[in-house]
């Protein structure tokens, strides 16, 4: 096993238990008698989806040519991101945006403290 697959292996592992320890905000949906005014009577309520809102994360390592980046790139687990570096992306989680920030933060977290540059991202679907 090399230094890099130990690394990604230890960060996934941090990862992973950070999204599993979470405990995201349910979302709640409701249709109103006028959609574009928040005051309008509630006129339909959906189940509420208990892993919260919807969206993704990932995470950036910069510069795209250090060594992780270039291990993530062969393993095909990154890709070059739009803006530098190379992109990791959260697959796990459904569509928990709660549950992908907390893996890529602790992810980013366990590769930045071995002196790596990289940094979380996420948006709301």
Known sequence: MS??????A?????????AEACVPVPMHVVQRADPLNDNS?????????????????????KPGNCAFARYLKKEHQAHKDYYGGVSYWVHGYGQSL???????????KVVGEAGIKCYPCSRMD
């Open 10 to 18: 230890k960060a996934d592992a941090a990862g992973k238990a950070a």
């Open 3 to 8: 230094e890099y697959s130990e690394l990604f």
């Open 98 to 108: 709660t549950r992908k920030e907390a893996y890529a933060g602790a992810f980013a």
């Open 41 to 61: 009577p509630v006129v339909k309520r959906y189940e509420p989806v208990m892993d919260g809102v919807c969206g993704f994360s990932w995470i950036v390592v």
